[in-house]
């Protein structure tokens, strides 16, 4: 019995999670049921009105029929309901209950009819009338998906829509307009520094290479040039963020699988040094991209599942393409996660506990650099704790057409 009262109520579950969405009070619905429900009320008030007024209309008039034919004065006939006057006055009354009730009858029959018409037209005037909103939300929903460069620009009337499109674009404009500002900025002052950084580094190359140096000396210059090599790749990744936020210009066919290959061969050596086993399952996974995007995007998971990984670790990379979706998934043992922590690790500069004090694992911006790639390619980055410890990575690209056309 309990298992029947489960089934049923995984039954209940589901039709309610198909058929919500499909009948969910939209503002079109309800203009049309108010529409509808006004004209249907005017309607049977019209009715109302006539029956009444047919009704008392027939009433006097069979009184005074009546009384002309059962007047003595007039007809000699005594008053009475029966014989023939008797006869005549039942069949006016049937005859009034007869057409009063037909009136009624064809009235709600035509109310009806026209009460379908009118919920219909109801419908098209409000999809109509709410098509301009309708622009504002698509548009809406391509800006969060893609950029911000796209506009509404609304032709038309300057009614209370219009004002409101307008409003909209002009939100538009200057969030591009800070977005464009604030990436102008990272990637002017990340070219800045390059070149201190590139001269602080050659400065202490040349200083170490001098057989003559002190162990102190030698040694400060080691954890100098640790300390530069950090930076630069600070600097690095905020240029591969700054780029990657922008609209690709360029884009051609890469499969995920080529680029996690690749990304596997660069990562190998780090991972025999840190003692991680890495594995992979690299099925054709075509996309439309940014090769050099996506091949930092695959290094950038494979790097962090190295660095962030436990003794006789290992990572496994799998990509695959399903259902017009190109997927790179990438599984690494590890610590355990906690589910809260995970979408913070998606943050700029943000590890897990202590690592924000540590600088040997990286800057930081490893997961931040592979979701701004994805969004770039109008992909999705999601990761969720591994049972046992660790991490999976999911990242999801559309899949590129590989035409067959010759």
């Known amino acids: ?79 009475s ?8 006055v039942q069949a006016i009354e ?16 035509g109310v009806a ?35 911000l460069h796209e506009r509404i620009a609304m032709q038309g009337p300057r009614d209370e829509v219009k004002e409101l499109a307008d409003t909209f674009d002009a939100m538009l404009e200057r969030l591009d307009q800070s977005f464009a500002g604030q990436r102008r900025f990272v990637a002017n002052a990340s070219h800045e520094l390059r070149t201190p950084l590139a001269i602080n580094r050659t400065l202490l190359e040349v200083a170490l290479g001098d057989p003559e140096v002190s162990t102190d000396t030698r040694q400060l210059g080691r954890t100098l040039l640790a300390t530069n090599e950090r930076s630069e790749r600070l600097i690095d990744g905020l240029l591969t963020m700054a ?17 996690g290959g690749q ?40 790097q962090n599942g190295v660095r962030y990984n436990t003794a006789d670790g290992w990572i496994e990379a799998v990509t695959q393409r399903e259902n017009g979706i190109s997927q790179l998934v990438v599984t690494n043992s590890g610590p355990v996660i906690a589910p809260y922590e995970v979408e913070g690790l998606f943050e700029p500069f943000r590890r897990l506990g202590d690592e924000r004090t540590r600088s040997t694992r990286g800057v930081g911006l490893g ?23 660790g991490l999976v990575v999911r990242v999801t690209l559309p899949a590129h057409r590989v035409s067959t056309s010759r």
Request: glycine share 8%; charged share 15%.
């Open 94 to 109: 049937s005859y009034n209950a007869g057409t009063l009730s037909a009136l009624l009858r064809y009235s709600l029959l």
């Open 243 to 259: 780029s990657s936020e922008n609209e690709l210009s360029r884009r051609a066919p890469v499969d995920l699988a080529d680029v």
């Open 81 to 88: 309901g029966t014989g023939p006057t008797g006869t005549v």
């Open 263 to 302: 990304a596997l061969e660069q990562v190998a050596t780090e991972a025999s040094k840190h003692g991680v086993q890495l594995y992979a399952r690299l099925g054709p996974a075509p996309v439309s991209g940014d090769g050099v995007l996506l091949e930092r995007l695959a290094l950038n998971l494979m």
């Open 113 to 147: 009819v026209v009460l379908c018409l009118a919920v219909f037209i109801a419908w098209v005037v409000a999809g109509r009338i709410l098509r301009p909103l309708q622009e504002i939300t698509a548009t809406a929903r391509r800006v969060a998906d893609r950029s």
């Open 367 to 389: 997961l931040s650099i592979v979701r701004s790639v994805a969004r770039a390619h109008g992909g999705l980055v999601t990761a969720e704790p591994r049972d046992g410890g």
């Open 1 to 79: 019995m309990s298992a029947l009262l489960s089934a049923l109520r995984a039954r209940l579950t589901a039709w309610r999670t198909v058929v919500r969405p499909r009948l969910r009070p939209t503002i079109r619905m309800r203009l049309t049921l108010i529409y509808g429900g006004i004209f249907g009320i005017a309607a049977l008030a019209l009715v109302s009105v006539i029956y009444v007024l047919v009704q008392n209309r027939s009433q006097r008039v069979s009184r005074t029929f009546i009384g002309s034919v059962t007047d003595p004065g007039v007809s000699g006939a005594p008053p």
